[in-house]
Every structure is written in structure tokens, then in C-alpha cells.
């Protein structure tokens, strides 16, 4: 079993849908907790991290973290077709560990 | 600022062949590293580098190896490629190796073993 699982999609919705993306992970020494937002034949780009539990949000990205569940979403609203890439979870038991990442999840907006 | 480059973005070899990725960061960034990424299974760690002069294994280090050749540069080479090798590898760096989860990614290298 991996250590971080995602549903690798593709997760297809309509612009302006609510989109929940999610990951499980079975280390409970994890505290950071990144979203990376992958375009087609591009590398990965950080969008948000967040440091134990709780909720951060930046624009239309809400990142949230639940480690009693060991679960972690990305909520993006008023989702846009240039928000079609695959996103991937990313965590870390300290600020200096190597990263151990899902396998990502493609979501496509439809106009 | 360019960032994280990566040469070259396509490689076809042969099985035996040996290469070399080269990948460079013009953001002053102290720690560097090697992702290979493949279907479904996410982005793996080869190698890492947290400062200038020192380099340690990461996740799936056998048949590869790492020179960082100074603080900009940071090179993975295959010895003798097989076909397991066949896979998209992604350089990124970091402002130091306590950042390491602020990543900057390279476009990557696409590389087929036959």
C-alpha cells in the first residue's frame, strides 16, 4: 500500500463547479502538507502548503487538513478551464524531509 | 529569471547506453533534486543534493548517479540505461534543504530506454 493515495481521475466538471480534490495517508508522522498543480508535458508548480492541521486559504484555493482522519483536501472555487492540470499532494514529516507524493489526480473544467 | 532548466527534453536511447541529464537554477537556491515521475505513481525522489559539495540517495537511487558540479548545477547520469529507466525526470530546487517543501520544478526530460 502507498504511503499517500489519490484518485488518479479524471475528475470532469463544468466552469464554475466546486471542486474537491483529496488525498489519504496512512504516515502519521507527516506535518507538512503541499499542493503542487501540474499542466500537461510542464513540471510541477507549488500552489499552497500547510503546516499541521486546520484550513488555509489563498484566492480561489482552500487547502485543509484533517490528520485525526489522516486526510487532506484542496477545495478550489469558481473553477476555470485554466484550471484544468493534475494536481498532487505532497507531505513531509519536518520542514527539511524529503517529499513523498500521490500519484495525482487530472481534473478537467469544461467551458 | 529562468529558473529550473533542463537539458535535454527528449532522449531516446538505447539498453547500455549511458547519458547524462543536465538541469540548472539561476535563483541562488542552496538544495537540488532528482524526481523521476512515472503513470500513476506520483513523482519519486533519485537523489538530492542539500548544499553545494554534498549529494545522498533518495528513494530509488540504483542505476543512477549524481555530480553537483557547483551551486547552480546539478547533473544525473545513467551508466548503463534499461528499459525500467523509461520515465519523465524532473530536477527542482530549493532555497535550503530546511525549505525542502518549497520546491521550484524544471520542465523535465523525457527519457526512453528500448
Known amino acids: 500500500q502507498k504511503e499517500v493515495e489519490q484518485d488518479p481521475g479524471p475528475l470532469s466538471v463544468p466552469e464554475g463547479a466546486i471542486v474537491s480534490l483529496n488525498c489519504t495517508y496512512s504516515?502519521?508522522?507527516?506535518?507538512?502538507f503541499m499542493w503542487y498543480r501540474q499542466y500537461s508535458r510542464k513540471g510541477p508548480e507549488l500552489l499552497m502548503y500547510t503546516y499541521s492541521s486546520g484550513n488555509k486559504e489563498d484566492g480561489r484555493f482552500t487547502a485543509q487538513v484533517d490528520k485525526s482522519s489522516k486526510y487532506i483536501s484542496l477545495f478550489i472555487r469558481d473553477s476555470q478551464p485554466s484550471d484544468s492540470a493534475t494536481y498532487l499532494c505532497a507531505m513531509s514529516a519536518n520542514a527539511g524531509n524529503m517529499l513523498t507524493f500521490g500519484g495525482g489526480t487530472r481534473l478537467m473544467v469544461k467551458p | 529569471n529562468a529558473g529550473v532548466t533542463q537539458t535535454p527534453k527528449f532522449q531516446v536511447l538505447k539498453t547500455g547506453q549511458s547519458m547524462t541529464l543536465q538541469c540548472a537554477q539561476d535563483m541562488n537556491h542552496n538544495s537540488m533534486y532528482w524526481y523521476r515521475q512515472d503513470p500513476g505513481m506520483g513523482l519519486r525522489l533519485i537523489y538530492y543534493s542539500a548544499s553545494e559539495g554534498t549529494t545522498d540517495k533518495g528513494e530509488v537511487p540504483n542505476g543512477y548517479n549524481v555530480s553537483r558540479l557547483n551551486k547552480r548545477e546539478f547533473s544525473l547520469r545513467l551508466e548503463s540505461a534499461a528499459p525500467s529507466q523509461t520515465s519523465v525526470y524532473f530536477c527542482?530546487?530549493?532555497?535550503?534543504?530546511?525549505?525542502?517543501?518549497?520546491?521550484?520544478f524544471g520542465p523535465g526530460t523525457r527519457l526512453t530506454v528500448t
Open positions: 527542482a530546487s530549493s532555497e535550503m534543504a530546511a525549505l525542502a517543501y518549497e520546491q521550484y
Open positions: 504516515n502519521s508522522a507527516f506535518q507538512y
